[in-house]
Structure formats: C-alpha cells, structure tokens
C-alpha cells in the first residue's frame, strides 16, 4: 500500500517541485559558476535553500494525504488481514458507515483532524522559524 501511495502521489509531488525549481532565477546559478559553485555546491547552496519551503509544502501535504487515506486502503486490503492494514480513516468509515455507529466514527474523525492540525502547526512555526531567520 505504501508503494501504492507513492505512486498516486509522484505526479503531484513532482508538479509542485518543477514549478518550484522554475522559479529559482538562472542568474544566481551563472553568479555561483563565475565564483566557481558548480554541480554540488550549487545545489547545496542555491537550489536547496530556496526549494526548502516547497519541499516543506509537499511533506505536509503528504503527511495529510496519507492520515485521511481510505480509498487506496479499502480497494487493495479493506483494512487487511488481522487488521494489519487498518489507519483510522478506515476505522472512522467502518464505525460509521457499516456498523451505523456514528457517534464512534465522528470521534474517530476528530482524532484525525487533531493530529493533522498538529502536523499543520509544527509546518507553521518551523516555517515561521525559517522566515524569522
């Protein structure tokens, strides 16, 4: 499932880092050849610090996109054997929508949206941090 995963989320993911890397101007790449940075130091010195923000953008966006994932997971193992496989958006679902208990299910939901505004606010300050800096 976790192969499975990736494989959705490459095309998404690699969209957002082209655009990123599209926007880091080709002068400070010709600045750092005349200085002599080339191959890895430019990588290290320019392309990385500026693609640090999207690439922070598209682990928080992953880390969300895979709490909330249920289609990959009732498609391939409908929570799996022995529940191997079972995350608590599948949880959520089968509370809700199959033992009709509802109330369990929307508390489930709720967890979810806890630990995904954990994630969003850890993103928000270390994002902060580096502004700040």
């Known amino acids: 499932m976790i192969l499975v995963n990736i494989w959705i989320g490459i095309p998404f993911n690699t969209t957002i880092l082209y655009g990123g890397l599209q926007d ?3 002068e400070l790449y010709e600045a750092a050849a005349l200085d002599g940075a080339t191959g890895w130091k430019a990588f290290r ?3 990385w610090p500026l693609l640090r923000p999207v ?6 966006l992953g880390v ?3 709490l909330k994932v249920i ?3 009732l498609g391939l193992t409908q929570g799996g054997p022995a529940n191997a496989t079972q995350t608590i958006a599948t949880q959520s679902y089968q509370r809700s929508f199959v033992e009709f208990k509802f109330g ?3 508390a489930l939901s709720n967890i979810l949206i806890l630990i995904s505004l954990v994630f969003a606010i850890v993103y928000l300050r270390a994002t902060r941090r580096q502004v700040d800096e």
């Open 55 to 60: 690439v922070n953008v598209v682990l928080v």
């Open 24 to 26: 880091i101007p080709e």
């Open 104 to 106: 369990q299910g929307a």
């Open 64 to 66: 969300v996109y895979t």
């Open 45 to 47: 010195y320019i392309t």
């Open 71 to 73: 289609d990959i997971i």
